[in-house]
């Protein structure tokens, strides 16, 4: 059927909004500027620049890093050190650049579901906005996570668009080949092709198993190169298991309500709490979701337990209190957003007073929620960028005399070498 002018006309307006709510998501970037702009190369970064000029770039891309293979990222994020001449300030923004396009598609997949533009902004402001994401969005190598969220939502919002198969498998493949824990992108989507019967692609038994089969096969194919290829504790499981499965236990029921409730403590009682309130959310919003709705809450469930999952595989060695790392928020706020905002959606409409009064109340709250957000900044970037920049400028670019293995976030690197590198790639 030909779409009506005012179809299209519709479209078009809600496209606009989304774009808007993305580039908002970029205010505590523009707010804190100058914090952003003392940071400097760190740890795995100087590591990663090392093995380019030692093998060669397109030798470096094909090679695993640590647990990961990730060709596509490699080639996105070493091409940006050298098109860019060395610019961490261009890096840093090129990462914030991807989460406000993950923010924009968020709402866009939250709307091709049928959810309400409260909900989606609420969302949008927890996933968008928090500061708990300051590592993930300060630090350029993790452009690799935010990256492969990127290909998730894409690959998401196709199948429920009911996109060529093609196009939702290479929106699969892409995320795989960004981040380890992007082989998680084609399960995630083979279930909601598993689950959703009543809407979008339909087919017969076979036909949709071998959908299922196609969506799942790059996570496959990756899976078995970082297994075979990279080094990790997937390698060292045995005897393991139950270390791994606490880790990821742990991780899943205290994020991210510890960092976004401001919670103090940590002991099991803290997180069972956390636990039981985040369990609770999400029985409810898969009972009270329908048709697509509810597919969608599936799908990022599964997601977010499936990450805890292999984070706990490749995390339970460095203790329990780095389960609230900055940089392992993202997943997890991408989890559960869409559900909060779905649950104060429904609290706004049983405002008294009509619908007026719940959009009035709604448009408070929003607002009031973004600037404590983008406020929060702050306090956490302030020691952040003093460690991570100001202190590295000062050890790499200013002390006259240096200690040999003093690199910060790598001292297995030599500080001369560190240095040449710095001068060769014009690092700044």
């Given at each position: 059927m030909k779409d009506e002018p005012g179809d299209r006309g519709s479209r078009a307006g809600e496209t606009v909004v989304l774009l808007v709510s993305g580039l908002l998501s970029l205010l505590p970037y523009l707010v804190y500027r100058g914090l952003f702009a003392r940071l400097y190369w760190f740890g795995d970064?100087?590591?990663?620049?090392?093995?380019?000029?030692?093998?060669?770039?397109?030798?470096?891309?094909?090679?695993?890093?640590?647990?990961?293979?990730?060709?596509?990222?490699?080639?996105?994020?070493?091409?940006?050190?050298?098109?860019?001449?060395?610019?961490?300030?261009?890096?840093?923004?090129?990462?914030?650049?991807?989460?406000?396009?993950?923010?924009?598609?968020?709402?866009?997949?939250?709307?091709?579901?049928?959810?309400?533009?409260?909900?989606?902004?609420?969302?949008?402001?927890?996933?968008?906005?928090?500061?708990?994401?300051?590592?993930?969005?300060?630090?350029?190598?993790?452009?690799?996570?935010?990256?492969?969220?990127?290909?998730?939502?894409?690959?998401?919002?196709?199948?429920?668009?009911?996109?060529?198969?093609?196009?939702?498998?290479?929106?699969?493949?892409?995320?795989?080949?960004?981040?380890?824990?992007?082989?998680?992108?084609?399960?995630?989507?083979?279930?909601?092709?598993?689950?959703?019967?009543?809407?979008?692609?339909?087919?017969?038994?076979?036909?949709?198993?071998?959908?299922?089969?196609?969506?799942?096969?790059?996570?496959?194919?990756?899976?078995?190169?970082?297994?075979?290829?990279?080094?990790?504790?997937?390698?060292?499981?045995?005897?393991?298991?139950?270390?791994?499965?606490?880790?990821?236990?742990?991780?899943?029921?205290?994020?991210?309500?510890?960092?976004?409730?401001?919670?103090?403590?940590?002991?099991?009682?803290?997180?069972?709490?956390?636990?039981?309130?985040?369990?609770?959310?999400?029985?409810?919003?898969?009972?009270?979701?329908?048709?697509?709705?509810?597919?969608?809450?599936a799908m990022l469930v599964a997601f977010e337990m499936g990450n805890a999952a292999l984070l706990g595989i490749g995390r339970y060695h460095t203790g329990i209190l780095t389960t609230l790392a900055s940089r392992y928020q993202y997943a997890s706020l991408l989890g559960i957003a869409p559900m909060v905002g779905f649950w104060f959606s429904r609290m706004c409409g049983r405002v008294p007073g009509g619908v007026s009064a719940g959009r009035a109340i709604a448009a408070v709250v929003l607002v009031a929620l973004g600037v404590t957000m983008v406020r929060g900044w702050g306090p956490e970037l302030e020691p952040f960028t003093a460690w991570r920049g100001t202190e590295s400028r000062r050890i790499l670019l200013v002390d006259p005399d240096p200690k040999p293995d003093a690199v910060p976030g790598i001292p297995g690197l030599r500080m001369d070498r560190a240095k040449g590198l710095i001068e060769k790639y014009h690092l700044h």
């Open positions: 970064e100087f590591d990663l620049i090392d093995q380019i000029d030692r093998m060669g770039f397109w030798r470096w891309v094909w090679l695993v890093f640590a647990e990961n293979f990730v060709p596509l990222f490699k080639v996105l994020w070493g091409g940006s050190v050298l098109v860019f001449g060395g610019s961490y300030a261009v890096m840093i923004a090129l990462v914030w650049l991807t989460h406000a396009l993950n923010v924009a598609l968020l709402g866009r997949l939250m709307r091709t579901c049928g959810l309400s533009w409260s909900a989606v902004f609420l969302a949008q402001i927890l996933f968008g906005l928090t500061s708990a994401n300051y590592e993930t969005l300060a630090w350029s190598v993790q452009g690799s996570a935010v990256l492969s969220v990127t290909f998730l939502l894409l690959a998401m919002d196709a199948f429920f668009r009911a996109r060529p198969a093609w196009r939702t498998v290479g929106w699969v493949a892409s995320s795989a080949l960004s981040f380890s824990r992007g082989v998680l992108t084609g399960p995630v989507v083979a279930l909601g092709v598993m689950l959703n019967r009543g809407e979008g692609p339909r087919g017969s038994l076979a036909a949709r198993a071998r959908t299922v089969g196609l969506l799942i096969l790059p996570s496959v194919v990756v899976a078995a190169l970082i297994g075979v290829l990279a080094s990790g504790n997937h390698q060292h499981m045995k005897g393991h298991g139950a270390e791994a499965a606490v880790y990821g236990l742990w991780y899943y029921c205290a994020n991210p309500a510890h960092y976004l409730l401001s919670v103090e403590s940590y002991g099991w009682h803290t997180v069972a709490a956390l636990g039981l309130l985040k369990v609770s959310l999400v029985l409810w919003a898969l009972a009270r979701g329908t048709g697509r709705v509810r597919v969608l809450f």
